[in-house]
């Protein structure tokens, strides 16, 4: 599965939209894009996942450039609930091991 | 739906005994699960992939004899930290997938966080 890179830290103005970029170059055609967050002392949460068209649910929109070789996750009208340390994973569709490895991720913080 | 549920959400122990973590999915059969492990200020690690009616396939630098897992059913998976010391003390979560990884996400237990003492 291909590496990520994401930023270490981000700060949004509550009510403004988060932009959270991931730089997954040596992403392959038959790898999927995933964004989890996890908020402090919880587990991870499924945001959102996308092949090569841009998708948006109740939660978010997943932008992914042309060429694939990066995404940007955006929450659009962010809250304090919304800090949290945002993880993107690159990740084969027909993978038979199943694993999810979590790199560092970003930490959003949201300010009032 | 997709609801997981880890049991117990915090426990605190002597070093020496064994703690057993419970993972189980409510709403759905899941042939596979996974736990992780976190440490403060750290990203989660996984620790081992747990497959029903088989033996757990444990990742690189993980003690198969230190960390039991169980996967006897469909809908729970277990793992039990043997003669459990300081340095074992961290959050540990479950996950789980209700089908191909392509249609959905996993959903994660909420953590037990293990304080040896």
């Known amino acids: 599965d291909a590496k990520t890179t994401q930023p270490t830290s981000m700060d949004c103005a509550e009510g403004r939209a988060a932009n959270l970029p991931c730089n997954h170059s040596?992403?392959?055609?038959?790898?999927?894009v995933y964004w989890y967050r996890q908020i402090h002392s919880q587990g991870p949460q499924y945001i959102i996942h996308g092949l090569k068209n841009n998708e948006t649910n109740e939660m978010a929109s997943l932008i992914i450039t042309e060429d694939r070789k990066s995404s940007t996750l955006i929450l659009p009208h962010a809250t304090l609930r919304d800090t949290a340390v945002y993880y993107c994973?690159?990740?084969?569709?027909?993978?038979?091991?199943?694993?999810?490895?979590f790199g560092q991720g970003t930490t959003l913080q949201v300010k009032p | 739906g997709a609801v997981v549920s880890q049991h117990p959400s915090w426990v605190i122990c002597k070093s020496g005994t064994s703690v057993k973590i419970e993972c189980r999915s409510l709403?759905?059969?899941?042939?596979?699960m996974f736990w992780y492990r976190q440490f403060p200020k750290q990203s989660l690690m996984l620790m081992a992939t747990?497959?029903?009616?088989?033996?757990?396939?444990?990742e690189q630098g993980v003690e198969k004899d230190k960390f039991l897992i169980n996967h006897a059913s469909l809908t729970l998976s277990t793992l039990t930290v043997t003669s459990a010391h300081p340095e074992d003390s961290s959050f540990y979560i479950c996950?789980?997938?209700?089908?191909?990884?392509?249609?959905?996400?996993?959903?994660f237990g909420s953590g037990t966080r293990l304080t040896v003492v």
């Open positions: 996950s789980a997938s209700r089908g191909p990884l392509s249609n959905y996400g996993y959903t």
């Open positions: 747990s497959n029903e009616g088989s033996k757990a396939t444990y």
């Open positions: 994973i690159v990740r084969g569709r027909s993978s038979n091991t199943g694993k999810l490895i």
């Open positions: 709403d759905f059969q899941a042939t596979t």
């Open positions: 040596t992403i392959s055609g038959n790898e999927y």
